[in-house]
């Protein structure tokens, strides 16, 4: 009996982050389409996940970018391509992609890429590097904005680009989940004061991301908000925003809480988020998870966030890395009345449900499979 075809998505490990969220989420659709999902990475807490949806993880040292192990993951992709009648190799990261692209030409099989981001050249040979995702027979961009990176950077002909937004789970960041005593407890977790809003940026800590705008901002704002940074990174960063929030008078205000699990309830318990980051987003996942929980959104007018945020309708945009125009922006959007903020919220999660949801993205990427098949 003839098995039905196999996809393989590839990338450097299945630890927490949302291209592995979106590799899983795709392995889901692929086995309900009926097809044979696989993935290789390099393992990760991720793996046991993606193995109780019944799809099979191969282990291998894909996060590496050696030249000499980009060769041997090359032959081994081959080798289970065969004995596995891979019939399309899907790859999220630039590594895993040139040992897929190698195995792929090698056996004759479908190349796939998703552009997932704006990937820098700051050195030399790293445009080279960074081509094997527009090298895909189909290059998923994750918004208009890559995939017009894509065209201008690397010449793709449109007809190579399909452009699938990321998608969020509209089940899993639903308001009407969270119930008021959890907003209630974590909002007093964070410290923040009846009646004071909480304003969230949820990014991981590194300074594109625009952490130090917001502080800068929160020393401009009047009241007393509380600015909630969560995300994990270097503690020599960390140690800087508590430095400059001692230099602007907001230590008391600012909460650095780490990596958070519970991303959905963060969000129920902000008052505001906030998009600060100072270079392009390929896309900007917080910002429609944000709008999917109905918070009003502030984000900087750059990259992703520019599709995804209509000003004055479904969140508010301003010039990125001005935290004196941010500030402006947050005293303007917390003096509005809360059933006008509540409708912004509303308006946003409407959007998101409309254009940006997993189910959406599942099913654009299984008509690219199709296609190819």
Do not use: C
Not at 74 to 93: F, G, K, N, T, Y
């Amino acid at each position: 009996m003839t098995q039905p075809p196999g996809v393989l998505q590839l990338l450097p490990s299945l630890a927490s982050g949302g291209v592995e969220r979106g590799t899983i989420e795709i392995a889901e659709a692929i086995r309900d389409a009926g097809l044979r999902p696989l993935v290789a990475s390099a393992g990760g807490p991720l793996v046991a996940e993606l193995e109780e949806l019944g799809v099979r993880h191969v282990t291998l040292p894909l996060a590496t970018k050696s030249p000499l192990a980009i060769w041997r993951n090359a032959a081994a992709l081959a080798a289970l391509v065969r004995q596995e009648d891979i019939a399309i190799l899907h790859a999220r990261s630039r590594a895993p992609a040139w040992s897929a692209l190698i195995a792929a030409r090698r056996t004759g099989r479908a190349f796939v890429t998703t552009y997932h981001g704006t990937y820098n050249e700051n050195l030399p040979g790293k445009r080279l590097y960074n081509s094997v995702m527009a090298r895909g027979d189909r290059v998923i961009a994750i918004s208009g904005f890559i995939a017009d990176l894509v065209r201008s950077r690397h010449g793709v002909p449109d007809a190579r680009i399909r452009l699938i937004a990321r998608g969020v789970d509209p089940r899993r960041f639903n308001p009407a989940r969270i119930p008021p005593e959890a907003i209630a407890a974590q909002r007093a977790t964070w410290g923040v004061p009846d009646g004071e809003a909480a304003i969230l940026l949820p990014a991981r800590l590194t300074r594109w991301k625009g952490q130090a705008v917001l502080v800068e901002a929160l020393a401009r704002l009047p009241g007393q908000s509380i600015a909630v940074l969560a995300g994990g990174g270097r503690d020599a960063y960390r140690d800087e925003l508590l430095a400059l929030a001692r230099r602007h008078g907001v230590a008391d205000r600012v909460r650095l809480i780490g990596h958070v699990e519970r991303m959905d309830l963060a969000l129920a318990a902000a008052g505001l988020v906030v998009h600060a980051s100072t270079d392009a987003e390929a896309f900007g996942r917080t910002v429609v998870e944000a709008q999917a929980m109905a918070r009003p959104v502030i984000a900087a007018d750059l990259g992703g966030p520019r599709e995804t945020v209509e000003h004055g309708m479904t969140g508010w945009l301003v010039p990125p890395g001005d935290p004196v125009a941010l500030a402006a922006m947050l005293a303007q959007v917390l003096a509005m009345p809360a059933a006008l903020r509540d409708a912004v919220g509303q308006a946003a999660r409407k959007a998101v449900l409309a254009r940006y949801s997993t189910a959406a993205m599942q099913a654009a990427t299984l008509d690219v499979y199709r296609e190819l098949l």
